[in-house]
């Protein structure tokens, strides 16, 4: 895995809301990048002097082989989140110029191209997946509708690019502004046709409400398609280390980084797949420390937790000292 990170260098970068800055980053030699397809984000792995190894992983706004994309850059756009300290060192160094490595595109929120009529609908920062799918459904002139909601239009990203794009199928909700009518995402639903399928992306509370109104209406689960953010690291987490006592190796893990894309950025591959604490795919067993972890997953159950003897790499972590694992 550690092989296949591409080495990229920032080409441009622009200011899109206050707190939103979009980046476009070109491979290093110039040569043709892998393409994502909508919904792909990809894994940026850059090092702070303060915090170390920083791993984020940001959806591919550009790069998806649509008309202006370039073979060569990617495009991910990056909100400045306070207590996320990966998010605010990328905006405090990243300038033209600034090197990187970058994986191969990812998706776990891909776009069905088979599905007769799509629903998208996005929550602040979580328009970057859902702009990649609306560019590509607009392009191939396919049916869909676009809601687009936030607090204040001027918090959101591509709004103006999204409507334009979207015409009379798309429209803004404004929830800081008195003039725009509540989001009814029920009734939104329940005016669907037989045939759309949902795709959503923004905060989980959001998410939610998108499966419990489709549950409520007896939709099958696979016509909701979702993608949430995780919450990132907490302000107090601090690094600490892995022991995998198998392999004989330790590997430090830096606070603004997961075991998983610790171990993954130092060449040892372990089983991932949601990387959200969802599915299943990366636990590994704890031999010491496992009762000073902190769950982060929603995967295992609550005696698993209590027990110690596991624990999903993704996204739980101990609050410094060292880990040991049986891997
Ligand atoms: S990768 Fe899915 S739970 Fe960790």
Not at 9 to 38: F, H, K, M, N, W
């Amino acid at each position: 895995m550690h092989g296949q990170l591409i080495d990229m260098v920032v080409a441009d970068v622009r200011q899109l809301t206050p707190r939103i800055r979009e980046y476009l980053l070109a491979s290093a030699d110039g040569s043709p990048l892998p393409r994502g397809a909508p919904g792909a984000h990809v894994e940026l792995h850059t090092h702070s002097d303060h915090s170390g190894p920083i791993v984020r992983h940001y959806s591919l706004v550009g790069g998806l082989g649509l008309a202006d994309d370039r073979a060569d850059h990617y495009r991910i756009a990056v909100q400045r989140e306070d207590r996320q300290r990966g998010s605010a060192h990328i905006h405090d160094t990243f300038a033209p110029g600034t090197r990187l490595k970058v994986s191969r595109p990812k998706n776990n929120f891909p776009l069905d191209l088979r599905d007769r009529r799509s629903l998208l609908i996005a929550g602040g920062i979580g328009i970057t997946p859902i702009y990649a799918m609306l560019r590509s459904l607009a392009r191939r002139g396919r049916p869909f509708e676009l809601v687009y909601a936030g607090r204040m239009q001027a918090q959101l990203a591509y709004a103006a690019e999204a409507m334009e794009l979207a015409g009379a199928a798309g429209r803004l909700h404004i929830s800081g502004d008195p003039a725009t009518e509540h989001l009814d995402l029920a009734a939104l639903l329940a005016a669907q046709s037989d045939d759309t399928a949902v795709y959503v992306c923004g905060p989980l509370p959001m998410i939610e409400a998108v499966h419990g109104a489709a549950r409520t209406l007896g939709w099958p689960d696979a016509r909701v398609r979702s993608e949430r953010f995780t919450a990132g690291p907490a302000p107090d987490d601090a690094p600490f280390a892995v022991e995998l006592r198998r392999t004989g190796r330790t590997v430090e893990v830096g606070r603004d980084t997961s075991i998983l894309d610790a171990l993954t950025a130092s060449g040892i591959d372990v089983l991932s797949d949601c990387r959200r604490g969802e599915c299943g795919l990366c636990p590994l067993p704890v031999l010491e420390g496992g009762e000073r972890i902190s769950h982060r997953d929603s995967y295992l159950s609550d005696e698993e937790r209590a027990g110690g003897d596991t624990l999903c790499i993704c996204v739980s972590r101990v609050p410094g000292g060292t880990l040991v694992l049986d891997a």
